[in-house]
């Protein structure tokens, strides 16, 4: 069994928020396509992403930012046992503090708190390449970005109303474009306007 296919049963097993088969799958393709040389990715879970994309391509840099305890202890112990460990840099921290100015990445990758998901954009996004993307997942939320009334559970709802605000961010942004995706539980696609 590959390292990737034991992670997917860990995660599944233990509940963890892994990113979707179809997701994987579509990311596999961009990152084929596009060939990133630097890969950003904010919310590690438990390394299955960044291991992945490393396999993926052998020449990709990945750094990885997870902020919670018992996630990163899994991702760090992952991550070492991994075949890719010399070209992933694990960080553990929260990603609204992390400094990383001064660098680029070609893929930018936002999977943690929704909540935060403008504030990392706007903190991360000047450090895009000028042809890079910016990929964010989770857009859907389950169906209930398009149907809030699903749910009655206010801290939900709170969640909700910020996927809602961070969409049209991404839709009404004067420097960037984006395309909304239906893959897994939806998928932001965002590059740079170019006159």
Request: hydrophobic share 40%.
């Amino acid at each position: 069994m590959s390292t990737f296919e034991q992670l997917t049963q860990y995660g599944h097993a233990h509940q963890i928020p892994i990113l979707m088969d179809e997701s994987m799958e579509w990311l596999e393709k961009i990152l084929l396509e596009y060939r990133p040389s630097t890969f950003l990715e904010i919310g590690t879970a438990i390394g299955r992403t960044s291991i992945e994309a490393a396999r993926i391509l052998p020449d990709l840099q990945v750094m990885t930012i997870e902020r919670d305890p018992e996630m990163a202890a899994q991702a760090r112990k992952n991550i070492e046992a991994s075949e890719q460990k010399d070209r992933i840099t694990f960080i553990e921290g929260d990603a609204r503090y992390v400094d990383l100015s001064g660098q680029t990445f070609d893929l930018i990758f936002i999977d943690a708190a929704k909540s935060q998901y403008r504030r990392f954009f706007e903190k991360y996004s000047p450090l895009l390449s000028e042809n890079g993307l910016i990929i964010t997942d989770n857009m859907f939320f389950h169906g209930l970005v398009e149907h809030p009334e699903r749910t009655h559970n206010r801290h939900t709802k709170g969640l909700i109303r910020r996927l809602r605000a961070y969409w049209e961010f991404l839709e009404t942004n004067e420097e960037f474009e984006t395309t909304i995706l239906n893959i897994g539980d939806g998928l932001a696609l965002t590059r740079r306007k170019h006159a």
